[in-house]
């Protein structure tokens, strides 16, 4: 599992969901790649690295939301 990737965006520092989804992808691909071997112990700690690199990315794209509503929240109250 990775730690959570941080980019600049629009001059904002978030937290980078394009990393853990393409590990996440990876990961699916590695496991698929062990049950052909029928390497199933390989498999499963393939896929359980991509449910990992999955909820770092659900909490990149909760946080990206978090932040989108706080900017509309604030833009609504002007």
């Known amino acids: 599992m990775t730690d959570k990737v941080m980019t600049i965006f629009e001059g904002r520092l978030m937290i980078d969901y394009a990393y853990p989804s393409m590990m996440a992808e990876k990961a699916i691909k590695q496991a698929h790649e062990h049950m052909l071997e029928r390497q199933y112990?390989?498999?499963?700690?393939?896929?359980?690295?991509?449910?990992a690199e999955t909820k770092l990315?659900?909490?990149?794209?909760?946080?990206?939301?978090?932040?989108?509503?706080?900017?509309?929240?604030?833009?609504?109250a002007l």
């Open 41 to 51: 112990d390989e498999a499963i700690e393939a896929a359980l690295g991509a449910i």
């Open 57 to 76: 990315m659900i909490n990149a794209i909760k946080d990206m939301k978090e932040r989108s509503n706080g900017i509309h929240d604030k833009a609504s």
